[in-house]
């Protein structure tokens, strides 16, 4: 469960339970896997997205980073200012903006880390706002699925190529997050099999890992009483909250030709969680 933003809610929203206290993470950096590579990642001004694009870059790769917050970008490139990166600010749900990002990118492209994503408000199906609806879904899956369409034909004339994007235990199991956010890692999971299974011939390969719990700079809010009696109970299991390096492990791992044999996996980077 991650996100970069979410969209408005009521403000009689209810707070989400407490979670449980981030679990220690140590990084093991292997030196030039990305060497000689380009590699996009969105929503890398922060969490997930960030943690992903710095460990690329000092690996020796070369990151698009991509973000729809400038100031979180410049301070990105500022804290990685020895590694090649190059900062595109992006709305990925708007056609120009992903065409910048493929026009920065160059004539290469190696990896695609699909992260920018949002969080919804915990609705049930009969409470779901059209603003969230669209919201969530113009983000998880219009955007997810534009700039992934103007990636893959550079990766298809190259014959190589990997994308990874970022689902959740939401796309997983129905009791994680509300009907919008649900349905939408839903699709995530059902374009990462469709294009694992489709590319398969063509040197390109379609991963999704699925988070549980990440301490990022946004907490999950309900704005049901419903939500919250039926979904914050399922919640009283949670496993501790993951580090963003972690998930950015999960990810590079599954970019990397370390994953070379690993295509149309949905790899759950949860602790724990989808095992109970």
Same mark, same amino acid.
């Given at each position: 469960m991650t996100a970069s933003e979410t969209p408005q809610a009521d403000p009689s929203q209810i707070p989400a339970p407490a979670a449980a206290a981030p679990q220690p993470s140590t990084e093991r950096i292997t030196p030039d896997r990305f060497a000689g590579q380009t590699v996009i990642v969105t929503g890398a001004g922060s969490?997930?997205?960030r943690? $992903? /694009?710095?460990?690329?870059?000092?690996?020796?790769?070369?990151?698009?980073?991509? !973000?729809?917050? /400038?100031?979180?970008? *410049?301070?990105?490139?500022?804290?990685?200012?020895?590694?090649?990166?190059?900062?595109?600010?992006?709305?990925?749900t708007k056609a120009e903006d992903v065409e910048g990002v493929v026009e920065a990118a160059g004539e290469r492209i190696d990896g695609l880390a699909n992260v920018a994503g949002i969080m919804?408000?915990? $609705?049930?199906?009969? *409470?779901? =706002?059209? /603003?969230?609806? *669209?919201?969530?879904?113009?983000?998880?899956? !219009?955007? #997810?699925?534009?700039?992934?369409? /103007?990636? #893959?034909?550079l990766m298809l004339a190259a014959g190589r190529g990997s994308v990874v994007n970022v689902a959740s235990e939401a796309g997983l199991r129905g009791s994680a997050a509300g009907l919008a956010y649900t349905a939408s890692k839903h699709a995530v999971v059902g374009i990462t099999k469709s294009s694992a299974f489709l590319y398969g011939t063509s040197g390109i390969r379609v991963n999704a890992v699925a988070p549980g719990p990440v301490a990022t700079n946004i907490q999950a809010t309900f704005a049901s +009483?419903?939500?919250?009696?039926?979904?914050?109970?399922?919640?009283? $299991? #949670?496993? +501790?909250?993951?580090? +963003? *390096?972690? #998930?950015?492990?999960?990810? $590079?791992?599954? %970019?990397?030709?370390?994953?070379?044999?690993? =295509?149309?996996?949905? %790899?759950?980077?949860?602790?724990?969680?989808?095992?109970?």
């Amino acid at each position: 469960m991650t996100a970069s933003e979410t969209p408005q809610a009521d403000p009689s929203q209810i707070p989400a339970p407490a979670a449980a206290a981030p679990q220690p993470s140590t990084e093991r950096i292997t030196p030039d896997r990305f060497a000689g590579q380009t590699v996009i990642v969105t929503g890398a001004g922060s969490g997930i997205g960030r943690a $992903t /694009a710095s460990r690329i870059a000092r690996e020796g790769g070369r990151v698009i980073a991509v !973000d729809i917050a /400038a100031d979180r970008l *410049e301070a990105f490139a500022a804290d990685m200012a020895d590694a090649d990166v190059v900062t595109v600010v992006a709305d990925i749900t708007k056609a120009e903006d992903v065409e910048g990002v493929v026009e920065a990118a160059g004539e290469r492209i190696d990896g695609l880390a699909n992260v920018a994503g949002i969080m919804d408000d915990m $609705t049930p199906l009969h *409470e779901v =706002s059209d /603003a969230v609806w *669209e919201r969530v879904f113009a983000v998880n899956v !219009d955007g #997810l699925f534009r700039l992934s369409r /103007a990636v #893959l034909p550079l990766m298809l004339a190259a014959g190589r190529g990997s994308v990874v994007n970022v689902a959740s235990e939401a796309g997983l199991r129905g009791s994680a997050a509300g009907l919008a956010y649900t349905a939408s890692k839903h699709a995530v999971v059902g374009i990462t099999k469709s294009s694992a299974f489709l590319y398969g011939t063509s040197g390109i390969r379609v991963n999704a890992v699925a988070p549980g719990p990440v301490a990022t700079n946004i907490q999950a809010t309900f704005a049901s +009483p419903l939500g919250q009696q039926r979904i914050g109970a399922a919640m009283a $299991t #949670l496993p +501790p909250v993951a580090q +963003p *390096e972690q #998930l950015a492990a999960s990810i $590079t791992f599954l %970019l990397s030709d370390d994953g070379t044999n690993v =295509s149309g996996a949905i %790899l759950p980077s949860d602790g724990g969680w989808s095992a109970q």
